[in-house]
């Protein structure tokens, strides 16, 4: 039995995935294709109605309160030796101080104090950002973690519900770290809540890998939360148009089009990806943050910085974007 479809009958023994085997069924474990028990095929590409929003390459505009953005953030290669140095730390700061949320990627260290000093550094401006991290994963000796990184005072994470996705079979060389969060201002009952999954596939295994991640978003969908908003965010590898499987999902749609989001502005290989469908909340802005132009940096010091920009996305602070609207809540709290 592949280790994915393990994935689905774990979540369908908690209940979250019970609606899932209902309307679908397995067809070829090799592709691990989904078709309807209907009949029809599940993998459309799907296009919003009335979808409309702006891509923007600056730095993005002072927000209004009832609007939070999320962003993704490949570090590249964050260890030892970008930590120790005190411009490339401050200026990874001061970008990271404009998202409420930071899906973060590549950090490469056997120390474990070079993402706290990195958060001391954005609090050293008089905020309130905290973090948590994955486990090292990795089939070599150059493992890497995730992490989320958060303003404490506008989102709240539930860290009793924070895991790596299982992958027994090994189809994924690092398994996306899964976490659950809520924004903090309006009731609770009303705040818009969300699930990230933070992705980095292997550039040597792109085209596998986005095939497996399709299945990946489906079965974490129906992981017994309760939760419709799941969003996708990444170090893909790939453009918007170049998705595999992953990009056939029905409702999913990315927050970048046509864009470049490596320094050197070659290639688009990161993005945020969610249900146009279900996740109403989005504002229709997104774009990516060109570090370079705004700070007015030469290419080397850039890259000191990142081969990758920053991605990010705009989404309001209300359940289905207005209030009045009842979040679902999560099956165990524990939110700090």
Do not use: C
Request: hydrophobic content about 40%; charged content about 25%; overall charge negative.
């Amino acid at each position: 039995m592949r280790g994915v479809l393990k994935i689905v009958l774990v979540a369908a023994a908690i209940g979250g995935g019970w609606w899932f085997l209902q309307q679908y069924e397995i067809q070829g474990l090799k592709n691990l294709r989904l078709t309807k028990r209907d009949g029809s095929t599940s993998n459309f590409p799907w296009q919003a109605p009335n979808a409309v929003w702006t891509a923007e390459t600056d730095v993005p505009v002072e927000r209004a309160s009832d609007t939070i953005r999320i962003a993704t953030f490949n570090l590249q290669v964050y260890g030892r030796t970008k930590a120790d140095k005190p411009h490339v730390v401050d200026l990874l700061s001061r970008v990271m101080r404009q998202f409420d949320v930071i899906a973060v990627q590549e950090i490469r260290a056997l120390d474990q104090d070079v993402l706290p000093r990195l958060v001391d550094q954005i609090n050293a401006a008089g905020r309130q950002y905290d973090y948590v991290i994955g486990p090292r994963l990795g089939r070599t000796d150059n493992k890497e973690q995730y992490a989320f990184i958060f303003d404490r005072a506008s989102v709240e994470i539930d860290r009793f519900q924070l895991y790596t996705v299982d992958d027994p079979d090994d189809l994924l060389h690092r398994e996306p770290l899964v976490g659950w969060f809520r924004v903090r201002g309006p009731a609770a009952q009303e705040a818009f809540t969300f699930t990230l999954v933070n992705i980095h596939t292997d550039p040597d295994e792109v085209r596998q890998e986005l095939d497996v991640l399709d299945d990946v978003f489906r079965f974490v969908l129906g992981d017994g939360r309760q939760e419709d908003d799941l969003i996708m965010l990444g170090d893909f590898n790939a453009d918007d148009r170049h998705l595999g499987q992953l990009g056939l999902v029905s409702e999913l749609m990315p927050a970048i089009r046509a864009l470049p989001t490596t320094t050197r502005g070659t290639e688009q290989y990161d993005n945020i990806l969610f249900s146009g469908l279900a996740t109403t909340e989005f504002t229709g802005r997104a774009g990516v943050l060109d570090f370079l132009r705004e700070y007015n940096l030469t290419m080397e010091q850039a890259l000191e910085i990142s081969d990758h920009l920053p991605v990010w996305a705009e989404f309001t602070v209300y359940e289905g974007g207005q209030p009045g609207r009842v979040a679902a809540q999560p099956l165990v709290s524990g939110s700090r």
